[in-house]
């Protein structure tokens, strides 16, 4: 099955920025409706942006306004840039396939802490 590779997580001090990637095991596997989503701890899974094939977006209001999702179709690759970070953006970050082809597949995620 494809697989989605979430990366570009670590540790950042409030204020600081981060982008990360998502990229598909198979390069034949088109990406484009795609979401990121966050788990901190303690939480329930939350969606933070979306990204559809018109280039429409979508942002929970937490994070609208820092938070900038975008496809790469040369690369094949869904990009989450996060400014302005927070601690509480500190959190488990997913791509999510929304075109139903994966089904409710998860993958690993990577691990983002705001802290001092």
């Known amino acids: 099955q494809v697989q989605l590779v979430e990366s570009g997580g670590g540790l950042v001090q409030p204020g600081g920025s981060l982008r990360l990637s998502c990229a598909a095991s198979?390069?034949?596997?088109?990406?484009?409706?795609m979401a990121w989503y966050r788990q901190a701890p303690g939480k329930l899974r939350e969606r933070v942006a979306s990204?559809?094939?018109?280039?429409?977006?979508g942002y929970a209001a937490s994070v609208r306004g820092r938070f900038i999702i975008s496809i790469d179709t040369a690369k094949n690759t869904v990009y989450l840039q996060m400014n302005s970070l927070k601690s509480e953006d500190t959190a488990v970050y997913y791509c999510?396939?929304?075109?139903?082809?994966?089904?409710?597949?998860w993958g690993q995620g990577t691990q983002v802490t705001v802290s001092s």
């Open positions: 999510k396939d929304l075109s139903g082809r994966l089904g409710d597949y």
């Open positions: 198979e390069s034949t596997f088109s990406l484009y409706d």
């Open positions: 990204i559809i094939r018109t280039g429409s977006t």
